[in-house]
Every structure is written in C-alpha cells, then in structure tokens.
C-alpha cells in the first residue's frame, strides 16, 4: 500500500520536519510508518528545495542614493592668446603640459 499523497506544501514541510526530528529513520521507513506515499513526499522535498525558503528568497536590500557631484570650479583661470589660437588653463595647471601646448600652437 502507497500512503496518502501529500496535500500542499505546509503539509509537505510539517513531514520533512517530523522526518528530521526522527533521527536514525529513513525518509522512506519514516514515509510507511506514517502511512504517507514515500514518492510523493520525496517528490514535495526535491520541488521545496529548488524553491528555497520563504526567508532565504528574500534578500535584505540596502538602498544608496546616489548624488551626482561637480566638482569644485577652479578660482582663477588663465587665457593665453596666440593669434586666432587660446589655451585656457587654470590654477592647477602643469608647467610642462602648458610648455608644450604652447609650442604646439607657436608652430601654427
């Protein structure tokens, strides 16, 4: 004789945590001792078990805003003028990329 079926998923987890309180029984000896069809609750266990857990399908989710920031315009700026050509710069400009910027543009 087969057992009965199991009837849902609560059904099915109150079996799979009787059959882990009775330790040293098999699932099946567990399954014919209780008069409940083996094939049935193997197959409740496998199908919960891909679904997970209600907790372990709920990740905890950390929202951070995000805040586009400028960054901090430069007090002073510089304008080099060479003919038709202008280099603006700043105060935190390089001596030597300015050097040789400022050949590029004396050699049009």
Do not use: H
């Amino acid at each position: 004789m087969a057992g009965r079926r199991i009837r849902d998923a609560a059904d099915a987890r109150a079996c799979l945590t009787a059959v882990k309180a009775a330790r040293g029984v098999s699932r099946g000896e567990w399954a014919r001792e209780q008069g409940i069809d083996g094939r049935s609750l193997n197959a409740w266990r496998i199908n919960l078990g891909r679904r997970g857990t209600p907790a372990a399908n709920q990740r905890r989710v950390r929202l951070v805003e995000l805040v586009p920031t400028r960054a901090a315009q430069p007090s002073v700026r510089y304008a080099v003028r060479c003919g038709k050509f202008v280099v603006e710069i700043d105060e935190r400009f390089d001596e030597s990329a300015l050097r040789r910027l400022l050949q590029v543009v004396a050699a049009c």
